[in-house]
């Protein structure tokens, strides 16, 4: 079991899983009570954002529209949240800022407190019906695995599913990691997803993680006790919707020259949260952490992560699935595995695939 400092820094949006629910009733405010909610909002801003240099414009950029009454329209807390949110993100180019309603949500006065065993299974709980974020496993014609993965929840509850995960496509010649719709999560669970394409003994450091406020840093790195390894070739899917610790994965893949990517360049927000209360059931999403690439001693903020191989993101799985049945054809030996390859691909690159039969020869 992870200590509980380690549960609480797993989520590289901020501390989600402590978030209350959305509220379902919205909240008149008046002049004043926004006016009171951006100056709290760029004390906060100018107290944590990642990058101070950025903190003082984007915080007084809120607040003179404020007062100039940009926001006079946004008469109830779910608006003036939107509206904050649309302006933090295009003020900054930071597409982590986020401003949403938030019944009952305390901010945290001081180190974060242990999450009780009731949390703890009810996040495992709902990281289990979630089927830990894996959307789809399958193995695809021509002995190719696949694996859709849509999000990295804490590595205490999804590090099990990701080795079973890839024990089941351990068969394979060659494994597509579909990365088109992952939002991200853990930093944690992405170094141990990344240590099953890792020799074993080979022990990377990954990434480091530059907290503004605690003024520390986090480093990460693969995780040597994975026992199940995979060392075929592999082709990572990425789109603009790409985000966060799905960018970190992609990115991981590239730098270490592990796989190939196919698609587009992802959304390009690197950047950690933390949740800070505004007032008024207001919770903001402020950027307060930079991560840093190992290897490249960079990251994907604003630029995103940019694809070996670049298509629309809906052609991704059909070019990385043609490409890796070109490379089995040229590999093969005459013969019938030749020609049953040379057959898939011909069918992979028409965007077919072959029925399902459900009776026996003979049967009508």
């Known amino acids: 079991m992870l200590g509980s400092k380690k549960i609480v820094a797993a989520v590289v949006l901020g501390a989600l899983w402590s978030l209350p629910a959305l509220a379902a009733e919205d909240t008149a405010l008046s002049a004043s009570d926004r006016a009171a909610i951006v100056q709290t909002l760029a004390a906060k801003i100018n107290a944590n954002y990642i990058e101070p240099t950025q ?28 509206a904050l949110q649309e302006d933090l993100r295009e003020f900054s180019g930071d597409l982590h800022f986020s401003a949403s309603r938030y019944e009952g949500f305390t901010e945290p006065s001081g180190p974060p407190e242990p999450p ?33 993965l849509r999000g990295f929840g804490g590595v205490e509850f999804v590090g099990p ?34 240590s099953h394409f890792l020799p074993v003994g080979d022990v ?13 840093t986090r ?10 390894r995979y060392d075929k070739p592999v082709y990572v899917l990425t789109s603009a919707r790409t985000g966060s610790g799905g960018e970190d994965c992609a990115y991981d893949f590239q730098v270490l020259k592990r796989g190939t990517l196919v698609g587009e360049t992802t959304a390009g927000a690197s950047n950690p949260v933390s949740w800070y209360s505004l007032g008024h ?9 930079r991560t840093t690439n190992f290897v490249s001693k960079t990251n994907w903020e604003h630029v995103g ?21 070109r490379n089995l054809v040229s590999s093969a030996k005459e013969g019938d595995e ?27």
């Open 219 to 228: 480093q990460i790195w693969s995780v040597p006790t994975v026992a199940q």
């Open 281 to 289: 059931d207001i919770v903001a999403s402020i950027p307060t952490a």
């Open 116 to 148: 009780s065993r009731a949390k703890l299974d009810e996040w495992r709980d709902a990281t289990a019906r979630r089927g830990y974020d894996i959307e789809k496993i399958e193995r695809l014609p021509g002995n190719v695995g696949y694996i859709e």
């Open 55 to 82: 903190a003082e414009r984007v915080g007084s950029a809120i607040v003179r529209k404020n007062a100039e009454g940009g926001y006079a329209a946004a008469a109830g807390a779910k608006a003036f949240s939107a």
């Open 338 to 364: 030749r020609k049953e390859l040379q057959r898939l691909l011909a069918m992979a690159e028409n965007g077919e695939s072959d029925k399902p039969v459900y009776k026996l020869k003979g049967q009508l």
């Open 204 to 216: 990377r450091h990954l990434i480091d993680i530059y907290d503004r406020p605690s003024d520390t």
């Open 305 to 325: 992560v940019k694809p070996d191989v670049a298509v629309p993101a809906a052609q991704a799985l059909q070019t990385a699935h043609v490409a890796i049945l």
């Open 161 to 194: 599913a990701y080795t079973a995960a890839i024990s089941l496509l351990a068969g394979t010649d060659a494994l597509i990691l579909d990365l088109r719709r992952n939002g991200g999560g853990s930093p944690a669970s992405v170094a141990y997803l990344m």
